[in-house]
């Protein structure tokens, strides 16, 4: 059986386990995780802020990748789950219920059942209308928050304070919050890296490559991929509870449709599929996207043709390229 | 091949870097006893033009001061909050702590000023809108370092209810885009006006074809239309509703809908219409007529209540930053000095109240086509003299 | 609701609807044919009302504007097509999407550069700024009936070519299998250059008919991009006959809807909740039609064969 799925991958998909593999990966770690120090000499709560925020979209992102990478599933609904999960910390927060107990297993539940629900009824369809049907449900969990005018409605929800956890409070330093957001990204990399070596990724893969083949030796296509979508959408959906607390506002924009957009092109530019993928593309867009806006407002006049050059000469990748430079350095050492 | 080396070129380098580095310098020297001033407003998309005023404003004002406050320079930052809340927290976070602005003046929209309200307010940097005064932050979430130099948002139609009521006017009709604003306006204008609302329509943001709402407007027995529709939304409805004829049988009334962003695409289809605010470009004082005529010397369109409003911050800033004497590390002094509103606002009497928000005139207002061609909106009548808003009350400030 | 309304109703869906339809025939020629996404169509949209007021500036002739902004919307098309586009057909969907985005921001950002972001308009031409009485007290413009009569007349040329020309018979056939129509000979590389350069113009086409009604800022095209999208998914990809059904069905639903929403909901609701409820319902009909389509026909109404 092993064997057939092998051979039904063909190839592509392998796992490497050494430490090249993680080895970009683990750089932007360390230099994470030296984040606050950094913050300390220079930019302070904005430094913190920023890289915050693009953990959280790595987090958004890598969950992604598991549905487009391994399971050819390119969800264009993906933010819904983040807004999700921000607004089930928002509406808690304001409603009392502020603690990280009760809030993280809320937004589990409410995105597994999001996940369930649409999931089931867009796997029905594949390809581009499967992106299409992601969108529509993106779509209607958006102009369902823009309509909840007991929590701000359109403007969005402001938050006075941030959750607790177990009681204390320690998530309204800021530093706290970014390791807490931080273990997490680690946690959803190793996770979904877990996922992508074990027999469930394996079957994924061989599932976008040939259904017909993976079915027919006798594993259910259906289920899963619903599972991989339920994984993913709980991942983001964790991601949104932080992300509210890390903005300590909640709006719909969060979920908009051009947010789903975003994650698919971090994906992208990334690398679909590649180990360091979606962590390299979301911490590059947004970084390159912080520098070009700081020195012009008419920035977009220099990401667009940059974002054309990328796909045009960095076929594999950003995480193609880092892979390839670290093998060069291997051989080398 | 030749190589050349020209020592010209060369000099010119090192001269150039040298000034790089001497403004380097010159900047973390003059540091200490320059004001920082950072704009966050919104100056992309369609909505761009409403930022684009601000700035201008505010930037015409500096340079009357000769780019200088209370004596001192002046350093202004401006930044683009793309009317993304996550850009906007994130700008306003760079502003705070890399720039470390003394003023933030922003922003424009209301849901870009919850978004970054809190972390500016916690820093305990001054925070001033030109524009955006939601009711959110005028009750009981008012707070010390917040002021608004523009209106509380609902004030624009409270005035265009008054008028209503005293006009006589039994049957309105009421179109707004679907969200928050859109909402509180409908609150707002039912607070004077008595008679029947006999619609009531909420079309979605950035609507395109409001043929069918015109066809229910002229199904109804409405007398009036009173609508806020800003930006693109205004132009588009106001040239549908001239075309169907329906200008002929029904008021246009309208707050944010036709003004001096939007006039230079609606033209003669928005001639007559009516608006209303705390000011227009023919208000009749000194310095309202030197500011008109400086503005459009320096930037070619006719300025509109976001130009002014801009100018005035300037202004009020500039007159808290003397009454201090530069001193701005006394907060509570600055506060107070902020407060007194001690300078000559372009729209006459203005004041602050105990919210922070500001005691001013409201008037309707007329579009009219200048004998340049150009259109501005002009003053029709006063409506309320000395409005506060009705939100202050609870704040406990 | 009263005939009138229903009446009127039924014009403004129809005329959205031809709008639509001139924007998602390219669209679904370009995906179906060369199976390239291009999210750039939207693009294409908002630079042909752009390049009308532009033209419209120089020329002060509306008819005279319109065939420039074509020719210019074709050129600005094709070059694009040569410099960037041609490099994709053989890449990955999500390649396409990323460059196309990278497109996509470069011309909003550069119309917003050049034209200023306040919103521009087209006058409307001079014999047709008339309007008739369409009932009692309410006029109805002629420019928006010649848009729908305009629309109509360019969708039943493009049935007339897709049908009864070598060329639209190659485009039929590289809808349903691209590999046979290359294996045949045919120079491929032509095909998708008329196909996309066609498209584009199509596209550009709708923008010079609505910039008279709508008003022309930078981004115009983005949000029309994915409800052209969504009709290119009901009616099936690749099927000229299907996004011209669902493009009147999407534009018939989207605007009835818009009326229809709140008073339905006033008979469950409060009116204050009804006026929440009901344009957020609105907003959703045209997706949860999608979602019903694909959820009964997982490749939408009429797919063209081979599709996957």
């Known amino acids: 059986m092993k064997d057939a799925l092998e051979q039904a991958t063909s190839g592509g998909g392998k796992v490497s386990r050494d430490w090249g593999a993680i080895a970009p990966a683990v750089l932007v770690f360390a230099l994470l995780a030296l984040g606050p120090l950094a913050a300390e000499a220079y930019g302070g709560a904005y430094l913190t802020s920023l890289l915050m925020r693009m953990m959280l979209l790595a987090i958004a992102a890598i969950s992604l990748d598991l549905l487009i990478g391994q399971g050819g599933m390119v969800s264009f609904g993906h933010a819904a789950f983040i807004g999700l999960g921000a607004y089930v910390a928002g509406i808690m927060i304001t409603e009392g219920a502020a603690d990280l107990a009760m809030i993280l297993p809320m937004a589990i539940v409410a995105s597994t059942v999001f996940a369930v629900v649409t999931g089931a009824i867009s796997l029905r369809t594949s390809g581009v209308y499967f992106i299409m049907i992601t969108l529509a449900f993106g779509q209607m969990l958006f102009f369902t928050a823009s309509s909840l005018s007991a929590y701000g409605g359109d403007d969005g929800l402001t938050l006075w304070e941030r959750s607790t956890v177990f009681g204390f409070d320690l998530l309204s330093s800021n530093v706290t919050l970014y390791y807490l957001i931080l273990v997490t990204l680690i946690g959803a990399y190793a996770l979904v890296g877990a996922l992508v070596g074990s027999r469930f990724g394996r079957v994924l893969r061989a599932a976008k490559e040939n259904p017909t083949r993976v079915e027919a030796l006798g594993f259910s296509v259906f289920s899963y991929r619903l599972t991989a979508y339920v994984i993913a959408g709980v991942m983001a959906g964790v991601a949104g509870v932080l992300m509210a607390n890390q903005a300590e506002f909640v709006s719909p924009s969060t979920l908009a449709w051009q947010r789903s957009g975003e994650l698919i092109i971090m994906v992208v530019l990334g690398g679909m599929g590649l180990r360091n993928g979606a962590l390299l593309g979301a911490v590059a867009l947004v970084a390159l996207e912080e520098t070009l806006s700081s020195i012009t407002h008419d920035w977009r006049l220099i990401f667009g043709p940059l974002l054309v050059l990328t796909v045009l000469y960095a076929k594999t990748g950003l995480a193609g390229v880092a892979d390839a430079w670290v093998a060069r350095l291997w051989r080398r050492a | ?397 | ?308």
């Open chain 3, 1 to 308: 609701m009263s005939t009138t309304l229903l009446l009127i109703q039924l014009l403004n869906g129809l005329q959205l609807g031809v709008l639509l339809f001139l924007i998602a025939a390219g669209l679904t020629l370009v995906f179906g044919v060369m199976g390239f996404i291009n999210l750039a169509h939207g693009v294409q949209y908002m630079v042909g009302a752009y390049l009308a007021v532009a033209f419209y500036g120089v020329t002060e002739h509306f008819l005279a504007a319109m065939v420039l902004a074509l020719l210019a919307a074709l050129a600005i098309g094709l070059a694009l097509e040569f410099l960037v586009f041609r490099r994709l057909y053989h890449r990955d969907h999500l390649d396409q999407v990323l460059a196309t985005f990278g497109v996509i921001l470069f011309l909003n950002q550069a119309a917003k550069t050049i034209f200023g972001p306040t919103p521009l308009i087209l006058p409307t031409p001079e014999w047709l700024d008339g309007s008739f009485l369409l009932v009692e007290g309410l006029l109805y413009p002629w420019y928006r009936i010649a848009v729908i009569v305009a629309g109509l007349a360019v969708a039943a040329l493009l049935y007339v070519l897709v049908r009864h020309t070598k060329v639209g018979m190659l485009v039929r056939a590289g809808a349903a299998n691209p590999q046979m129509v290359s294996a045949l000979g045919v120079d491929i590389e032509r095909l998708f250059m008329i196909v996309f350069g066609f498209g584009a113009m199509l596209a550009g086409f709708a923008g010079v008919l609505a910039a008279p009604i709508f008003s022309v800022e930078p981004g115009m095209g983005d949000d029309l991009l994915i409800v052209a999208f969504v009709v290119i998914i009901i009616g099936g990809i690749g099927s000229i006959k299907g996004a011209f059904i669902a493009a009147l069905l999407v534009g018939l639903v989207d605007t009835l809807g818009r009326t229809l929403a709140t008073d339905a909901m006033k008979l469950f609701f409060d009116v204050s909740s009804a006026n929440q409820i009901g344009p957020a319902l609105a907003s959703m009909l045209i997706y949860i039609l999608m979602a019903a389509v694909l959820f009964f026909r997982p490749t939408g109404l009429f797919p063209a064969k081979g599709m996957a």
């Open chain 2, 1 to 397: 091949m030749t190589t050349s080396f020209s020592y010209g070129a060369a000099f010119k380098t090192l001269t150039i870097a040298g000034a790089a580095l001497g403004l380097a310098l010159g900047t973390v020297a003059a540091h200490a006893e320059s004001i920082k001033v950072g704009m966050l407003v919104t100056l992309s998309g369609p909505p761009g033009a409403l930022g684009g005023q601000s700035r201008d404003g505010f930037q015409l004002a500096l340079e009357e001061l000769g780019g200088k406050m209370g004596g001192q320079d002046v350093e202004f930052i401006v930044e683009d909050d793309e009317l993304k809340p996550e850009v906007a927290l994130s700008k306003a976070n760079s502003l705070i702590e890399r720039d470390s602005v003394d003023f933030v003046v922003g922003t424009i929209f209301s849901n870009m000023l919850a978004a970054v309200f809190k972390p500016v307010t916690q820093s305990e940097t001054f925070l001033i809108s030109p524009n955006a005064g939601p009711s959110t932050f005028a009750g009981k979430n008012c707070n010390p370092y917040f002021f608004v130099t523009s209106y509380q948002n609902n004030q624009n139609f409270e005035t265009l209810g008054k008028y209503a009521e005293a006009a006589g006017i039994k049957k309105a009709f009421f179109l707004a885009p679907n969200y928050q604003a859109g909402r509180d306006q409908a609150e707002g204008f039912r607070k004077h006006f008595t008679g029947e609302v006999v619609e009531e329509l909420y079309t979605p943001l950035g609507h395109k074809d409001f043929s069918a709402e015109i066809a229910q407007m002229a199904a109804s027995d409405a007398e009036a239309l009173f609508t806020f529709m800003p930006g693109g939304m205004g132009v588009r409805l106001v040239k549908q509703f001239r075309a169907a004829g329906l200008a002929d049988r029904m008021k246009f009334y309208s707050a944010f809908t036709v003004d001096e962003t939007t006039l230079p695409a609606q033209q003669d289809d928005a001639v007559g219409f009516f608006g209303a605010t705390n000011w227009a470009p023919n208000l009749d004082t000194p310095q309202n007529k030197a500011f008109v005529a400086a503005f459009e010397a320096k930037y070619g369109y006719v300025p509109g209540g976001y130009a002014m409003q801009g100018y005035d911050t300037a202004m009020l800033i500039n007159a808290a930053v003397e009454a201090v004497g530069g001193d701005l590390s006394d907060k509570d002094a600055v506060r107070a000095a902020l407060k007194a509103a001690d300078f000559t606002s372009l729209r006459g009497d203005f004041s602050f109240n105990n919210n922070h928000y500001p005691v001013q005139d409201f008037y309707l207002l007329q579009v009219a086509k200048r004998d340049d061609g150009k259109y501005q909106t002009e003053i029709v009548e006063k409506v309320f003299d000395d409005y506060a808003d009705g939100f202050a009350e609870s704040c406990p400030m």
